[in-house]
């Protein structure tokens, strides 16, 4: 069965420093995976996702995500974090043919 | 085009008390995905509905809780004599199609809290 870890809960950058948001992911096969951002109070908006067709993928707002098999990882980076970057941040795996399941989220605050 | 639209954005009931939440799919979408946050947890899967048909339920409580999507109108997220643990963010997603590569669209939820 499809699974996701994601394995901060919280993370704390200053601004203009690098983001790493960690998650592993436990599938029998390559799955599709996506990152989800939470604003407060917001629904969830899609940063990237990935298909297999390409390892490297990029997403909105200076986001990118490197899928690795041999890892079985699926991290998310920023080169340079925002103030605006503050949100809860989800890795997310589809479960059989169509429901989503998340991760339990990892809370991104940026410190000025 | 309009995004996922979810109403109520919040909601407060008593316990025993009916909720309904809706929501309304973006436009051309015919897939309707339900989901509930609790606090400080990711996302559930709660139920999937294509127009008319429930298809997957596996994620609701088999007890006070129903959902439907009519051929006319939003989908209804419905819970009955509301207890204090239903107190969660409810959202909804929308997608064109079925499969593991489509995104599903998110709306902005519905913040339920029973007292």
């Known amino acids: 069965a499809q699974s996701v870890t994601q394995l901060d809960s919280h993370v704390s950058v200053s601004e203009g420093t690098p983001v790493l948001l960690r998650c592993n992911y436990s599938s029998s096969y390559s799955p599709s995976l996506f990152w989800y951002v939470q604003h407060p109070n917001k629904g969830l908006q899609l940063l990237l996702k990935?298909?297999?067709?390409?390892?490297l993928v990029k997403g909105i707002n200076g986001f990118e995500a490197e899928f690795k098999k041999s890892e079985t990882s699926f991290h998310l980076t920023k080169p340079s974090a925002h103030m605006s970057d503050a949100a809860e941040y989800f890795c997310v795996v589809p479960l059989g043919n169509t429901p989503l399941v998340f991760g339990k989220g990892t809370r991104l605050s940026v410190i000025a | 085009n309009a995004g996922v639209m979810q109403n109520p954005r919040h909601l407060v009931r008593r316990r025993g008390q009916e909720a309904r939440l809706r929501c309304s799919p973006m436009?051309?979408?015919?897939?309707v995905y339900w989901y509930r946050q609790l606090p400080e947890e990711g996302l559930k899967f709660m139920v999937y509905l294509q127009k008319e048909n429930i298809i997957d339920e596996s994620g609701m409580p088999k007890e006070r809780f129903s959902a439907e999507f009519p051929k006319e109108g939003p989908s209804i997220l419905r819970i009955q004599q509301v207890v204090r643990g239903d107190s969660a963010a409810y959202f909804c997603?929308?997608?064109?199609?079925?499969?593991?590569?489509?995104?599903?669209?998110f709306g902005p939820g519905t913040r339920l809290l029973v007292l």
């Open positions: 990935y298909t297999s067709a390409a390892t």
């Open positions: 997603a929308s997608s064109p199609e079925r499969g593991t590569q489509e995104t599903q669209y």
């Open positions: 436009k051309g979408h015919s897939h």
